[in-house]
C-alpha cells in the first residue's frame, strides 16, 4: 500500500486519488510548469485514516522520506533555525469543494525559525507576519480556537495602530500580535502552540483529515450531491511568499471570464499578500490588466501559462498563483466552475476555436444549466430604484428580505419567505444561510470570493463587491452612499447577471433564452449558443419529447419549446369552475336519466376542451387521460356544508340544496381519497363519465378530420391495477369511437393505452399489455405507492431527517428512485413488449424533465418522456446527452 505520491508521480486523470488538486499539481509539474515541489497523501489514507480513527500503519514513514526528497531538493529543513523550510499543508478532495475544508500555510515556523526566516529573507516584518498567519490558522483549523479571537487581536493591533489596513503593521506590531495569538492559543487549549516542526506538520495534515467531516463539509457534500466516502487528499508544499512586499502578490484567474463566458482571462491580483487573503476579501485587489503595470514580466508569463493550460485542458481553467520577489508559481489549477450562461458560451466558442467537437461541446452543459437560463430576468422597463452596484457574480433575478445573518435566513426561509442574505464578505459558516437563501449579497470581494464561488456552484444568485454599501451585521442593516437604509426585513432585489441592487421588489421579464425558445429572432451570443447545442442534441437524441399540457396555450408554448406531443393531457381542470355545478349534478343525481342528462351538458364542453388542444398540437399525438381525482375533489368541503346546513336548520331553515349535497358528500368523503374512488374506478363506477370524455374525444377528433386537420388523440385510462378493469373500460371506449365513426361517417385512429402507476400493474405488465396499445409511467403514484409516502405530506413532514440521515439524498419525488420505481420501470417495459415488441412506452411523471431520471428512461428504452412545458428544452438536451454519454 503506498499512501504519499510525490508531484512528479501522478497526472490529472488521478483525481480518485490525489484529490483535484493534487492530480492538476502532478500535472502541471509534469507539464514543466513553475510549481513549487512537494507530495500528497492520497484520498485512500484518509478513508484508512476516518475508519481507523488514526494514521494508517507506514504513513508516517512515507511523510518522512517523502519530506526528506523535498528538503533535500529544496536544499532546507524543516523548520530550520537558520534557514528553515515552511510548507504549506491543504485539503484536496475529488470534487471542488471551495474553503468546506482547512489549509494550514507556513508551517515550520517557530519562535526560532522566524528568526532564520528574518535574517534569509531579510525582513523582519515578513517573517513576523508569516508566524502570526501560521498561528492564526492553526490555532483555528487544527487546536479549534475560535476563529474571531484571532480576527479581533488582529483588529485590535491595527486599532491600537491607528489603521485599518494589515499593512501598515511594522515588523514589532507584527510580534506584539505573535505573542498574543500564543497567549489566546494556551488560554483556550492549555497548552503551548507547538514548537516542532513535524508536529505541526503532521497535526495539520490529521486537522485536514478530520475537516472531512465538519458538517459545512457535509451540508456542501448534501447540496452538491458529492458523495460521503470519498474523503480528501493532503497536499504539502513548499511554501512560496506572496507576502514578501510589493514585488510579491498572490491572485485567482481564469482563463475566460466565468461569469459571462466571455474570451479573454480575468482575475484578481493582490500585492503583498497571500491567497487566502485574496479570496477572503480583506483587501480590494486589482485586475490582471492592472497586475501588467505593476509587475510586466510575471503577468507576461502567466498569460502565456494561462494559454498554455487552457490548450492542455481544452477547457476553461482557474487558477491559483503567488509572485514571490518577481518569481511566478504556480499554485494551482483546474477546470473552473462557471455560470451557466458561460457554459453554453464556453463551449461553443472553444468548438469554434477547434479545441473541441460539438458532441463534447453538448456535454459540457447540463439540463439543470439551461433551466437556470430560463429564469425570469428583472424588466428592465420598470420604475427601479437602483441602490447600488456590485460584481455579477452569479445570474439571475432574486427578490427577498434582507437578513443579515445564517440564521435569521435559514429560520425565515423555513417559514415561507423569500430572503436575501447580506454580508461583509461571505465565509463558509454562512453556507446553510447561502442555501436558505434566495439571492446573496456581499460588499466585499471580487467575483473570484468565497460568496461567488460558492454561490456559482449552487446556483444561486449573487452580487459581490458592491462597496458602495456598508453593511452592519450587528445592527443588521445596511447603509447606501445615499443615505438610504436597509435594514432585516425590508425587501431588496438583486441582479447576479449585472450586478445591480435595487429597492422593493422589481417586476421580472422572460429571460433571452425563453425569448428564443418562443421563436424570437435574438442577434444574443448566448441565444446563438443555446441554439447551436440544443440542434446538436436534438440530432444525437433517441427519446422522443412530449409535454404534460392541459391548454391550448400551454400546447402551443410546448410545442415552439421543441415538444413532439403531449404525453399527457389531465382533465380534471376541466371539472372545475362554473362546470363544477354540472359535476354536483352528476354526483347528485337520482336515476340514470339525471346522470345522462349531467353528462349531456358537459359533453359539448369537453369537445371543445379537446378541439383546441387537438389544434394546438396538430399532426402531433394527444395523450388525453380520462378523469382521475376522486370526486370529492370537485365538491364542497364536508366541514363547512355541515356548517351551513346546521346554520340554517338552527335558524329554521331548510336549504334543500345543501342538504341533498351533504349527504353525497358524507357519502363520498374517504379516510385515504388517494387510494380510493379515483381513476379507473371512477369510470366503473360512472361508467358514463368515461363514455362522455370519450365521446368528446373522438367527436373532437372527427371535427377536427373535417376541417381537414390531422388530430392524433389517444385515450389513456389511470390507476390501472388489474388487466379487467382496462379490458371493461376499453370496451365501452371501443363502442363509442364505433358510434361515432359511424355517425360521421368517417375513420379515426385513437390508440387506448393505460397509466402503469401502481406497483400491481408494473409486476402484471404482460397482462395488462394484451388490452393497451401503449403505456404511460405516472412515476409520481408509483413513487408514493412503491414507498408508501404520501406525495402531498411527506416532503414537507420528514425528509429532511431522511437527507440527514443519507437515507436518499434528493426526494424521490424530484430524482426517479432508480433501484425501486425505476426497477418497476424496466420491469414493467420488458414485461410489456414481450406480449407486444411494439408497444409503445413513455413517461409522464414529474420524472420526465429531470435530467438524471432522463438518463435512466433512456438507458432502459424508452419511447418518450413528457414534462411541463418550461421542461420541453432540459429534457431534449438530456436526452441528447444520455446518447452521447453512452457513446
Ligand atoms: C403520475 O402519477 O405520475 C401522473 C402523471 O399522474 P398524476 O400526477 O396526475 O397523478
Ligand atoms: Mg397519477
Known amino acids: 500500500m503506498t499512501w504519499v505520491y510525490d508531484f512528479a508521480e501522478g497526472s490529472k486523470d488521478q483525481k480518485d486519488l490525489l484529490g483535484g488538486k493534487g492530480a492538476n499539481l502532478a500535472e502541471m509539474t509534469n507539464l514543466g510548469l513553475p510549481v513549487p515541489p512537494g507530495f500528497t497523501i492520497s484520498t485512500e489514507t484518509c478513508r484508512a485514516y476516518l475508519s481507523e480513527g488514526g494514521e494508517p500503519e507506514g504513513m508516517a514513514e512515507e511523510v518522512t522520506d517523502h519530506l526528506a526528497a ?6 532546507k529543513k524543516l523548520g530550520d533555525a537558520d534557514d528553515p523550510l515552511l510548507v504549506s499543508v491543504r485539503s484536496g478532495a475529488k470534487f471542488s469543494m471551495p474553503g468546506m475544508m482547512e489549509t494550514v500555510l507556513n508551517v515550520g515556523l517557530n519562535d526560532t525559525s522566524v528568526g532564520g526566516l528574518a535574517a534569509r529573507s531579510e525582513s523582519d516584518r515578513f517573517a513576523q507576519d508569516s508566524y502570526r498567519r501560521l498561528l492564526q490558522m492553526f490555532g483555528g483549523t487544527v487546536l479549534n480556537v475560535d476563529s474571531e479571537l484571532f480576527s479581533e487581536a488582529l483588529d485590535e493591533a491595527k486599532r491600537a495602530k491607528g489603521t485599518d489596513s494589515d499593512l501598515d503593521l511594522d515588523a514589532d506590531d507584527l510580534r506584539g500580535v505573535v505573542e498574543s495569538f500564543k497567549a489566546i492559543i494556551k488560554e483556550h487549549t492549555g497548552r503551548d502552540f507547538p514548537q516542532d516542526p513535524r508536529e505541526q506538520l503532521d497535526l495539520a495534515v490529521r486537522a485536514v483529515f478530520e475537516s472531512w467531516n465538519t458538517d459545512r463539509a457535509r451540508l456542501y457534500r448534501r447540496q452538491e450531491r458529492i458523495p460521503e466516502d470519498l474523503g480528501t487528499a493532503v497536499n504539502v508544499q513548499a511554501m512560496v511568499f506572496g ?74 481553467c482557474d487558477i491559483e498563483f503567488t509572485v514571490e520577489r518577481g518569481k511566478l508559481w504556480m499554485l494551482q489549477t483546474r477546470v473552473g466552475k462557471r455560470t451557466p450562461e458561460a457554459a453554453f458560451r464556453i463551449a461553443v466558442h472553444m468548438v469554434d476555436e477547434g479545441l473541441i467537437q460539438m458532441d463534447e461541446a453538448v456535454l459540457r452543459v447540463t439540463g439543470d444549466q439551461l433551466a437556470l437560463l430560463m429564469f425570469p430576468r428583472f424588466d428592465e422597463t420598470a420604475d427601479r430604484v437602483l441602490l447600488a452596484t456590485g460584481m455579477n457574480a452569479s445570474p ?60 456559482r456552484g449552487m446556483g444561486r444568485t449573487c452580487v459581490c463587491g458592491a462597496e458602495s454599501l456598508d453593511v452592519d451585521t450587528k445592527a443588521k442593516e445596511f447603509r447606501v452612499r445615499n443615505g438610504e437604509t436597509v435594514r432585516e426585513g425590508d425587501v431588496i432585489s438583486i441582479d447576479g447577471t449585472t450586478g445591480e441592487v435595487f429597492a422593493g421588489a422589481v417586476p421580472v421579464a422572460d429571460s433571452v433564452v425563453v425569448r428564443h425558445f418562443e421563436g424570437e429572432k435574438l442577434d444574443d451570443d448566448l441565444a446563438h449558443a443555446v441554439s447551436r447545442i440544443m440542434a446538436h442534441a436534438d440530432g444525437a437524441r433517441r427519446l422522443r419529447v412530449r409535454t404534460n399540457a392541459d391548454t391550448p396555450d400551454d400546447a402551443a408554448r410546448a410545442r415552439r419549446f421543441g415538444a413532439q406531443g403531449i404525453g399527457l393531457c389531465r382533465t380534471e381542470h376541466m371539472f372545475l369552475g362554473e362546470r363544477r355545478e354540472l359535476v354536483e349534478k352528476l354526483i347528485v343525481a337520482q336515476d340514470e336519466e339525471g346522470v345522462e342528462a349531467a353528462l349531456a351538458e358537459l359533453l359539448p364542453l369537453q369537445r371543445q376542451d379537446f378541439t383546441e388542444i387537438l389544434e394546438a398540437m396538430d399532426g402531433l399525438p394527444v395523450t388525453i387521460r380520462l378523469l382521475d381525482p376522486p370526486l370529492h375533489e370537485f365538491l364542497p368541503d364536508l366541514t363547512e356544508l355541515s356548517v351551513e346546513v346546521a346554520l340554517a336548520e338552527e335558524r329554521g331553515e331548510v336549504d334543500e340544496r345543501a342538504t341533498t349535497l351533504l349527504t353525497h358528500v358524507r357519502r363520498l368523503h374517504e379516510q385515504n381519497p388517494m387510494l380510493g374512488l379515483r381513476g379507473v374506478r371512477l369510470g366503473i363506477q360512472i361508467p358514463g363519465l368515461f363514455r362522455m370524455q370519450a365521446r368528446a374525444i373522438a367527436e373532437a377528433a ?39 365513426q359511424e355517425a360521421r361517417g368517417m375513420k379515426l385512429d385513437i390508440a387506448i393505452g393505460t397509466m402503469i402507476e401502481l406497483p400491481r400493474a408494473a409486476f402484471l405488465a404482460d397482462r395488462i399489455a394484451k388490452a393497451a396499445d401503449f403505456f404511460s409511467f405516472g412515476t409520481n403514484d408509483l ?47 420488458t414485461k410489456g413488449r414481450e406480449v407486444k415488441p ?12 429531470d435530467p438524471l431520471s432522463v438518463h435512466f428512461f433512456d438507458t432502459v428504452g424508452l419511447d418518450y418522456v413528457s414534462c411541463s412545458p418550461f421542461r420541453v428544452p432540459v429534457a431534449r438536451l438530456e436526452a441528447g446527452r444520455s446518447v452521447l454519454e453512452r457513446r
Open 243 to 316: 507576502n514578501f512586499g510589493m514585488d510579491s502578490g498572490s491572485g485567482v484567474a481564469f482563463t475566460r471570464d466565468p461569469a459571462s463566458g466571455e474570451q479573454g482571462e480575468y482575475g484578481d491580483y493582490l500585492q503583498n499578500a497571500q491567497g487566502e487573503d485574496v479570496v477572503a476579501g480583506i483587501r480590494n485587489t486589482v485586475s490582471l490588466a492592472d497586475m501588467a503595470e505593476i509587475d510586466r514580466t510575471s503577468h507576461d508569463h502567466l498569460m502565456d501559462i494561462m494559454r498554455r493550460l487552457e490548450r492542455h485542458y481544452r477547457d476553461m
Open 396 to 455: 439571475g433575478a432574486a427578490v427577498g428580505k434582507a437578513v443579515f445573518d445564517s440564521d435569521t435566513a435559514v429560520e425565515w426561509a423555513e417559514r415561507g419567505e423569500d430572503v436575501i442574505l447580506v454580508r461583509k464578505e461571505t465565509n463558509p459558516d454562512d453556507l446553510r444561510g447561502m442555501v436558505a437563501a434566495r439571492g446573496i449579497l456581499t460588499s466585499r470581494g471580487g467575483k473570484t470570493s468565497h460568496a461567488a464561488v460558492v454561490a
Open 702 to 740: 372527427a371535427d377536427r378530420q373535417q376541417v381537414h386537420g390531422a388530430p392524433r388523440p389517444e385515450i389513456m385510462v389511470p390507476l390501472v391495477a388489474s388487466v379487467r378493469e382496462l379490458a371493461i373500460v376499453r370496451a365501452e371506449i371501443d363502442r363509442v369511437i364505433a358510434e361515432v
Open 838 to 849: 411494439d408497444l409503445k412506452v413513455g413517461v409522464c411523471g414529474e420524472h420526465g424533465g
Open 783 to 829: 413513487t408514493q405507492m412503491a414507498w408508501g409516502f404520501s406525495r402531498d405530506d411527506v416532503e414537507s413532514a420528514f425528509f429532511s431527517r431522511y437527507f440527514e440521515h443519507g437515507i436518499f439524498d434528493v426526494s424521490p419525488f424530484e430524482s426517479l428512485d432508480q433501484l425501486g420505481v425505476g426497477g418497476m420501470v424496466e420491469m414493467g417495459t
Open 70 to 75: 523535498l528538503e533535500e531538493a529544496m536544499g
